[in-house]
C-alpha cells in the first residue's frame, strides 16, 4: 500500500516565531542609534537656522553701531543704543536677542572695549549675540541646552578711489591760509566754502572764504572737474552723480569755462532732497527727514598746475535759494562737514576723507 509523506511545513510557527523575536532584537538594539541620527537631524538643524538668525542680528547690528561713530564720546553712546535697538529675533523671528554685547575698537582687529576712555580713532562696533538653544532628541550629548553664538565687525574703511558719485567740483585746499591748521585741506567744519567760483577766477561770496584771490593760478577754471566738456554731462553729474572716476594722487581734470547755464542744475539737486529748508547741516541732521541728496563729496585739489587730488570731503548744500540766479561771474557755496560716508547722510569717522562703511568680519 503506497503512502505519501507530508512535505515540510516552510511556515511552521516555530520558525516565524524565530523570525519575530530577531526583527524585535534587531529593532531594540538600533533604537539608539536610531534616535541620534533622527536627534542629529532635528537639533542641528535647529542649531544651524539660530545660527544663522543670531549672524543676521549682528551683522545688521554692528553696522548701525558703526555708522554712529564719529571719534566722540556721544558717538559711542549713539552706537551703543543702535546696537542695542536693533529689532532682529531669533527661533523662526519670534524671541528677541537678550545675550548681546557691544564693543569698540581703533583696530578691526581689537582689542574691543565697552566704554573707552576717549572715543577718538574708535572706528569699529564688534556686536557678539549669545543664545541657549534647548535640545530635544541629543539631550544626552549635548545637556538640556546647546550655547550658540555669532559675532561680528563693522568699521569704515578709507576711500582712496571713487569710481563715481564725486558731485563734480573740486574746491582748492586752504592750507596756505588755513581756517583750521589741523584740518587736512585747512578748512573748518561749519564753515561755507567755494566749490564753483566766478570770472576772473577768484570771485567768492562764501561766508569767511576769502582766499581765493591767493588760491586762484588759472583765470578760465571755475571749480567744474571730472566730466567731459560737455553742458550736458555736466548738469546730468550735478543732479545724478555721473562723474569719471577720481583717484587720490592723481590729477584732476578740471574743466574751462564759465556754465552759466547749468549753475541752476545745483538748485535741481537740492530740489532731489526730502528737505529743501534747513539752513545748516546740523538743523538738516536734527530734522531727520532729508534723504542725502544734499549731503555730497568733493576731490579737493592742491591747485594749479597739475590739480592733483589730496583726499576727498563732504559737504552740504544750501538750501535752493542760494543758486537761484547765479551766472558765470558769481560763486556756489557748500557747507564743510568735514570727512564723508557713502550712502549715508550721519556724520563720517572722525578726520576728514571719504569712507565705506562695510562688514569686517
Given at each position: 500500500m503506497l503512502t505519501?509523506?507530508?512535505?515540510?511545513?516552510?511556515?511552521?510557527?516555530?520558525?516565524?516565531?524565530?523570525?519575530?523575536?530577531?526583527?524585535?532584537?534587531?529593532?531594540?538594539?538600533?533604537?539608539?542609534?536610531?534616535?541620534?541620527?533622527?536627534?542629529?537631524?532635528?537639533?542641528?538643524?535647529?542649531?544651524?537656522?539660530?545660527?544663522?538668525?543670531?549672524?543676521a542680528y549682528v551683522d545688521s547690528a554692528s553696522l548701525a553701531a558703526a555708522k554712529q561713530l564719529d571719534g566722540t564720546t556721544a558717538g559711542i553712546a549713539r552706537a551703543s543704543a543702535a546696537a542695542g535697538a536693533d529689532t532682529g529675533k531669533w527661533r523662526f523671528d519670534t524671541t528677541p536677542f537678550s545675550g548681546v554685547t557691544t564693543k569698540f575698537s581703533t583696530s578691526s582687529s581689537g582689542p574691543f572695549v565697552a566704554a573707552?576712555?576717549?572715543?577718538?580713532?574708535?572706528?569699529?562696533?564688534?556686536?557678539?549675540?549669545?543664545?541657549?538653544?534647548?535640545?530635544?532628541?541629543?539631550?544626552?550629548?549635548?545637556?538640556?541646552?546647546?550655547?550658540?553664538?555669532?559675532?561680528?565687525?563693522?568699521?569704515?574703511?578709507?576711500?582712496?578711489?571713487?569710481?563715481?558719485?564725486?558731485?563734480?567740483?573740486?574746491?582748492?585746499?586752504?592750507?596756505?591760509?588755513?581756517?583750521?591748521?589741523?584740518?587736512?585741506?585747512?578748512?573748518?567744519?561749519?564753515?561755507?566754502?567755494?566749490?564753483?567760483?566766478?570770472?576772473?577766477?577768484?570771485k567768492t561770496s562764501c561766508g569767511t572764504d576769502a582766499t581765493m584771490a591767493n588760491l586762484s593760478q588759472n583765470g578760465s577754471v571755475r571749480g567744474y572737474c571730472c566730466v567731459s566738456n560737455s553742458a550736458a554731462d555736466l548738469r546730468q553729474a550735478i543732479v545724478g552723480g555721473r562723474t569719471d572716476s577720481v583717484t587720490i594722487g592723481q590729477s584732476i581734470n578740471m574743466d574751462n569755462g564759465a556754465k552759466n547755464t547749468e549753475m541752476s542744475a545745483i538748485g535741481d539737486r537740492v530740489a532731489i532732497d526730502t528737505n529743501t529748508t534747513s539752513a545748516t547741516y546740523a538743523a538738516y541732521?536734527?530734522?531727520?527727514?532729508?534723504?542725502?541728496?544734499?549731503?555730497?563729496?568733493?576731490?579737493?585739489?592742491?591747485?594749479?598746475?597739475?590739480?592733483?587730488?589730496?583726499?576727498?570731503?563732504?559737504?552740504?548744500?544750501?538750501?535752493?535759494?542760494?543758486?537761484?540766479?547765479?551766472?558765470?561771474?558769481?560763486?556756489?557755496?557748500?557747507?564743510?562737514?568735514?570727512?564723508?560716508?557713502?550712502?549715508?547722510?550721519?556724520?563720517?569717522?572722525?578726520?576728514?576723507?571719504?569712507?565705506?562703511?562695510?562688514?569686517v568680519k
Open positions: 505519501t509523506q507530508p512535505l515540510p511545513d516552510s511556515g511552521s510557527p516555530c520558525r516565524s516565531t524565530g523570525k519575530r523575536g530577531y526583527i524585535l532584537v534587531a529593532t531594540a538594539l538600533s533604537l539608539p542609534f536610531l534616535l541620534g541620527v533622527g536627534g542629529l537631524a532635528i537639533d542641528i538643524g535647529r542649531m544651524y537656522i539660530t545660527k544663522n538668525e543670531a549672524q573707552p576712555t576717549s572715543a577718538a580713532g574708535y572706528l569699529y562696533a564688534h556686536v557678539v549675540a549669545t543664545v541657549d538653544l534647548p535640545m530635544y532628541l541629543i539631550r544626552v550629548l549635548t545637556g538640556p541646552t546647546a550655547t550658540i553664538s555669532a559675532a561680528s565687525v563693522a568699521g569704515a574703511s578709507t576711500l582712496t578711489t571713487l569710481p563715481s558719485g564725486v558731485f563734480p567740483f573740486s574746491p582748492y585746499t586752504r592750507i596756505a591760509s588755513p581756517d583750521n591748521a589741523s584740518d587736512p585741506y585747512g578748512y573748518r567744519i561749519g564753515n561755507q566754502y567755494t566749490f564753483r567760483w566766478g570770472a576772473p577766477g577768484d541732521r536734527a530734522a531727520g527727514t532729508g534723504n542725502g541728496a544734499r549731503v555730497v563729496v568733493v576731490a579737493v585739489n592742491g591747485g594749479a598746475p597739475n590739480y592733483i587730488n589730496v583726499g576727498f570731503a563732504g559737504f552740504f548744500l544750501l538750501n535752493s535759494d542760494s543758486y537761484d540766479g547765479l551766472n558765470g561771474n558769481d560763486s556756489a557755496c557748500a557747507e564743510y562737514i568735514g570727512a564723508w560716508t557713502q550712502g549715508e547722510t550721519a556724520p563720517a569717522p572722525g578726520g576728514s576723507g571719504g569712507y565705506r562703511l562695510r562688514l
